[in-house]
């Protein structure tokens, strides 16, 4: 079973505007985080954000942030007043505690996003 | 410090050849992860290091790939016989050890290598 599901493989949106992608996941495991990362075009991973289990707080890190609904398994990313700059893959990913899965970091496939100008 | 860093950057071989990736992770960082990268699978998981030793490989794909963590500074992934479909940017990530419940461990990549098998 996906541990990690991104529903949107690609989307376009205007530059200037924000934009959602989703995520969720899958885990029994109490203790868990998750992160997203950021891949243009040259190939690197770029960490942007995480949120942990146990946080109260959505996560927010300049104009990215995480709206984090624990109940319903999900962690969507949220970015605001998009730039051309942030056409690239996005992915979410799951690290789970030591009680379960002893700290693999397993990602999602991926969402392309296209900044129009 | 200069990140994790992965070699060669670029690999062109013919079927049938061993191939070896090489990976430093950061001094400090006791986790060490094997992705591949396709078009087709997205980012999988191959194996993972905990101190040097490997604690999960269900995602090696057959018995052609091996790693290996020999110390703290170094380890590599090999293939052998190598085939067209293994193909693929192999990435190396790292990580340092949970504290607590301070998930927040980001791994950090290594710009990867791109391998082709002809």
């Known amino acids: 079973a996906q541990k990690i599901t991104q529903t949107q493989p690609g989307m376009f949106v205007q530059e200037k505007e924000a934009v959602t992608l989703d995520c969720t996941y899958d885990?029994?495991?109490?203790?868990?985080?998750l992160f997203w990362y950021k891949q243009p075009s040259s190939g690197e991973m770029i960490f942007l954000i995480y949120q942990g289990s146990y946080d109260q707080q959505n996560a927010t890190e300049g104009r990215y942030s995480l709206n984090f609904q624990k109940a319903r398994k999900s962690a969507n990313l949220v970015i605001s007043a998009s730039q051309l700059g942030d056409s690239a893959m996005y992915f979410c990913?799951?690290?789970?505690?030591?009680?379960?899965?002893?700290?693999?970091?397993?990602f999602g496939g991926g969402t392309r996003v296209l900044v129009k100008p | 410090d200069a990140g994790v860093i992965q070699s060669p950057r670029h690999e062109v071989t013919e079927m049938g050849q061993e191939v070896t990736l090489r990976c430093k992770p950061i001094s400090g960082h006791d986790y060490l992860f094997w992705y591949r990268q396709t078009m087709m699978r997205g980012l999988e998981l191959l194996i993972y290091?905990?101190?040097?030793?490997?604690?999960?490989d269900s995602g090696m794909p057959e018995d052609r790939f091996s790693a290996k963590m020999p110390n703290a500074s170094f380890s590599t992934l090999k293939i052998q016989p190598s085939e067209p479909r293994d193909s693929a940017v192999y990435f190396c990530?790292?990580?340092?050890?949970?504290?607590?419940?301070?998930?927040?461990?980001?791994?950090?990549f290594g710009q990867g290598t791109r391998l082709t098998v002809v």
């Open positions: 290091f905990n101190n040097n030793v490997p604690i999960d």
């Open positions: 990530a790292s990580s340092p050890s949970l504290i607590g419940l301070g998930m927040n461990t980001e791994a950090f």
């Open positions: 885990t029994s495991d109490p203790s868990y985080g």
């Open positions: 990913a799951m690290r789970e505690g030591v009680a379960s899965a002893g700290n693999k970091l397993t």
